[in-house]
């Protein structure tokens, strides 16, 4: 009988400590394509923006902006949300120049993924992140810096939360493992 509840035990602590470390290691969503796309340059001034997401994204915390080089957001209206697809129309009358399509949205695995789209509307100069004498052209590794930051944020979050996960995991089997051992 005790080479019973031992084994019982084993298992029960086996199947916790797998559970535990067995967070879902789901990735998440990464934009697909967007509407203009990284660094296009558009005729005319688009009526919207879209981006389009590998998953359904939540439909809470979408956040979308369209600046110019003073900062002005030309997104006219609410942040629209269908599905994988997030659109945003724009305020008409957008000049020749350069822009930044910045976004923020919750994937599907529920934490916040956000990224920058730079396009240019007709001959304009591309938007310049860093005004400085003489710099001419926007730099794109600024905005990898701030997505990689941003990852790094995320990545920070999830450990805290799979901490929690195994220590609750653990937790459990202290008192399964007790209650195996002390039943008669
Ligand atoms: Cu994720």
Redesign the pocket.
Known sequence: MFRTRVFAAGVVVASAVVLASAVPA????DLSSSSPAVGEVMTTAPEAVSLVFSEEVLPLGAAVIVVDQTGRDWVAAEVMLDAATVTAELASGMPDAGYELRWRVV?S???P?SGVVPFTIGDGEPLTRTPAPGAGEADPTNAMDLQSQSTQE?QGA?RVLMIGLAGAGIAVAVFLLIFFLRRP
Not at 26 to 29: F, G, I
């Open positions: 789901t990735a998440h969503d994937s695995d529920g934490h993924i995320n999830l």
